[in-house]
């Protein structure tokens, strides 16, 4: 069974991240829509958005916010193919 995992993340503009995988496959990917929540407080600033790393094989930000690799594969993978 494939587990994706992120291995590259960069910045596109506004919440957008472009995110590549490990089998290969990459999407931009649009955050807006998640940041919802007390942990997602922070990213609405778009200072603070940018300052997300890869770690555990997802994107994460600094106060431990973070969308499943799974999540994050679907999400790139139907924008792909809009």
Not at 1 to 15: C, T
Not at 20 to 44: C, H, Q, R, Y
Not at 52 to 58: E, I, M, S
Request: hydrophobic residues 40%.
């Amino acid at each position: 069974m494939f587990l994706p995992s992120v291995i590259r993340a960069e910045y596109r503009g506004e919440y957008r991240i472009h995110v590549t995988f490990n089998d290969g496959k990459s999407g931009t990917i649009d955050f807006g829509p998640w940041l919802e929540g007390p942990v997602f407080e922070a990213l609405k600033n778009t200072e603070y958005f940018k300052r997300f790393f890869v770690d555990g094989g997802t994107v994460s930000w600094p106060n431990g916010a973070d969308i499943a690799p799974e999540t994050l594969y679907a999400q790139a993978q139907s924008s792909a193919a809009a």
